[in-house]
């Protein structure tokens, strides 16, 4: 469909790498659309003083969909010596331009899905009875609260006298912390909205409906984390009744579900929960399909803002590489993700498809796929460079 337009945000390191992978993956199967480039990471940290230029924020605002690569971050201290000379001791504090764009943008639902390919050989595999080897299929979709939570930022070490008076009027702290110096404590708030909470639990509900899968999971802790987990168990509860009575409903704690990982995870299909737990249970799943090289993911806010990325980050190690070595399969699957999104499914199933092929022959691998250290030298050793996995998957379009 013509008139289509995307932000493009290479960002750092291997980000631009793999971009252009997905880029040129996009334009081989015939997606057609306008590309307009944002500026976004450390660069623009270190010559601006804002590693998430305001112009971006305008851009991803008018054309509202985005294929971000992935940035650089830095310590502190680190951020502060990089930054051109000339803005020095200007009041400039570096920001994670990945947190700026979701609160910015509200982007408070994330998705990542995490499916095995068959013939992968970083495929989780499990011993079966009389000494077998059981490669159970993952077909595993973690809807993740992208907002509050843990990660809200709502935190003290030696909380002022206010909130060091609210936290004294709760029984619990007076007696367990009652008598801590207010200097040695340090307090990270844990914060759950009705609205955001229900937000991501229809969105999970409603595409285990669309996608025929079975069952969601609340992968929270409700029986300690009685307030925030609590609630969402119980408004997922809720909805389950009042409108999607088929879906089967399932609860597990993060904790046993983590030791299930290698029990039974081909047992689970839509996994919801909150953002902490939402980033760990992604992170496991994601480690049984191959791990960074594979997995992708989507971002979306309630007015219709979207950014596809892979999970994985900038790996400065291997950005300057004369042949790049990464795997751009998670980023050409976030691509995929963002044509599912614009109603391209026969697009976004070619191109899985393909890639699906290549990794069921075998012939081509990058050097995550074989097990090897990440260096210059394994293209020598028989794995293949970024840009030679792209042409391959390209080369299997139909
Ligand atoms: P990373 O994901 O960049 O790399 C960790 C390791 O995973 C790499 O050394 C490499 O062995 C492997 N890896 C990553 N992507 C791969 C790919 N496509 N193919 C094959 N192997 C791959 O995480 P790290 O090293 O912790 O962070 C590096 C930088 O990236 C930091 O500055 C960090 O802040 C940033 N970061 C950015 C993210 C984002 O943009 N969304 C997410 C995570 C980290
Ligand atoms: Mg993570």
Redesign the pocket.
């Known amino acids: 469909m013509a008139g289509r337009s995307i932000v493009l945000l290479p960002?750092?390191?291997?980000?631009s790498i793999?971009l252009d992978q997905a880029v040129r993956v996009l334009d081989a199967a015939g997606f057609d659309a306008e590309y307009i480039y944002g500026d976004i990471g450390?660069k623009y940290w270190c010559s601006e003083g804002n590693p998430l230029p305001e112009r971006t924020l305008k851009l991803i605002q008018k054309h509202r969909i985005a294929l971000?690569?992935?940035?650089?971050?830095?310590p502190n201290d680190e951020a502060r010596a990089e930054l051109d000379p000339a803005l020095q001791d200007r009041g400039f504090v570096y920001s994670?331009p990945?947190v700026g764009l979701r609160q910015y943008f509200n982007l408070d639902i994330c998705v990542r899905p995490c499916r095995s390919y068959k013939g992968n050989p970083l495929n989780f595999i499990r011993r079966g009875s009389g000494n077998t080897i059981e490669e159970p299929r993952i077909d595993a979709v973690i809807f993740r609260q992208n907002t509050e939570c843990l990660y809200s930022g709502v935190e003290w070490t030696n909380p002022p006298d206010n909130v060091y008076q609210a936290l004294q009027s709760h029984p619990k702290f007076r007696k367990n912390f009652g008598d801590v110096p207010v200097d040695e404590l340090s307090v990270s708030v844990r914060i759950f909205t009705k609205k955001a909470t229900e937000r991501i639990l229809k969105a999970a509900f409603s595409y285990a409906r669309e996608n025929g899968y079975k069952s969601v999971t609340v992968c929270e802790k409700p029986n300690v984390v009685r307030e925030t987990s609590g609630m969402m168990w119980k408004m997922a509860r809720e909805i389950q009744k009042d409108i999607f009575p088929e879906i089967k409903l399932i609860n597990t704690n993060i904790d046993a579900q983590m030791m299930w990982l290698t029990k039974n995870p081909e047992e689970y299909g839509v996994i919801v929960a909150g953002n902490m737990f939402g980033d760990i249970v992604s992170d496991g799943f994601a480690g049984l399909i191959g791990?960074?090289?594979f997995a992708c993911s989507a971002q979306y806010s309630a007015d219709g803002v979207a950014v596809f990325?892979?999970?994985?980050?900038?790996?400065?190690?291997?950005a300057d590489y004369s042949t790049p070595?990464?795997?751009?399969?998670?980023?050409i699957e976030s691509a995929c993700m963002m044509l599912d999104y614009l109603g391209e499914k026969k697009i976004s199933g070619s191109i899985r498809d393909a890639i699906a092929e290549v990794i069921m022959e075998g012939r081509v691998r990058?050097?995550?796929m074989m097990k090897m250290q990440?260096r210059p030298e394994v293209i020598d050793n028989g794995a293949v460079s970024?840009i030679r996995m792209t042409d391959e998957i390209i080369s299997r379009l139909k």
Do not use: C, Q, R
């Open positions: 960002g750092d390191g291997i980000g793999v450390w971000f690569g992935a940035i650089t971050s830095k994670s990945i791990g960074l090289g990325e892979p999970t994985h980050g900038s790996a400065p190690k291997y070595i990464v795997n751009p399969i998670a980023m990058t050097y995550d990440g970024t």
